[in-house]
């Protein structure tokens, strides 16, 4: 674990900031008939002008500088040709290097009219990252914040994906400690000042097992439920956490 001064955290929300700023133009792309592979080529274009690098392109392989992630694939899924539709949601996850530090970020958010359930789901999820996000204070610990996040989504008769965290950022896109979704109060890695990691609920409607996509990288429901996913990259201060990936 490696923790971050004060300088280093103010860097971190530079671009965590401009991060924020591409996946809300990014969202304001989002429609019936457009591409993942548009959004993908978009978000790279503003990245190169915003003089940032992408994060995930050849990471682990992975082809695209965004994650565009469709229904029941909860992660990872790659741009395509697929043209999205009505009643789709769309889960965006997108990696920012600025000034030698990464920031990471994602939302989902429906496609045109979705129904109610389904926005139930969205809604949920990032109310669960939100209740996470008030756990990050100085005499807490992970096992705090992973706790609140399975309370609220087993409050809201959603599942938890099972084997998918968050993650310590600095540096390295991902750095220790691991940032799991599920814990018990007041056990875990105690939550220090200078720690900087992404918070990442992921849930689904149908229940917590996983497999592998067709294309090679994505993750999705092993019962093609449909499933939502939050993250934010949050410091820790003295005041509390600071969400670096915000406006």
């Not at 690098?53 to 082809?63: A, D, I, L, T, V």
């Not at 990442?200 to 092993?222: C, F, N, W």
């Amino acid at each position: 674990m490696i923790l971050k001064s004060e300088k280093e955290i103010a860097v971190m929300r530079e671009g965590g900031r401009i991060l924020a700023e591409i996946m809300e133009n990014l969202k304001s792309k989002v429609s019936p008939g457009v591409t993942t592979a548009f959004l993908n080529t978009y978000a790279e274009k503003i990245i190169r002008d915003k003089k940032g690098e992408p994060s995930f392109k050849g990471y682990r392989n992975f082809p695209a500088v965004l994650c565009t992630s469709i229904n029941e694939t909860i992660v990872h899924g790659t741009p395509s040709n697929y043209t999205l539709k009505e009643g789709d949601i769309l889960s965006l996850d997108l990696g920012f290097f600025y000034k030698g530090f990464h920031t990471d970020m994602a939302v989902t958010i429906p496609v045109g009219k979705v129904d109610g359930e389904t926005l139930r789901l969205i809604r949920e999820t990032k109310k669960a990252l939100k209740r996470g996000i008030k756990q990050v204070k100085m005499g807490s610990t992970l096992g705090d914040v992973g706790n609140t996040i399975s309370r609220h989504a087993k409050r809201s008769g959603f599942f938890i994906i099972e084997g998918l965290c968050g993650h310590g950022i600095g540096k390295e896109i991902h750095e220790e400690p691991q940032v799991l979704n599920e814990g018990k109060r007041h056990k875990g890695l105690p939550i220090e000042k200078g720690m900087v990691f992404c918070i990442e609920p992921m849930l689904s409607v149908g229940g917590r097992e996983i497999k592998e996509g067709s294309d090679g990288t994505s993750i999705q429901t092993a019962d093609g439920s449909l499933s939502a996913h939050f993250e934010h990259t949050v410091a820790v201060t003295k005041k509390g956490p600071l969400v670096i990936t915000e406006t």
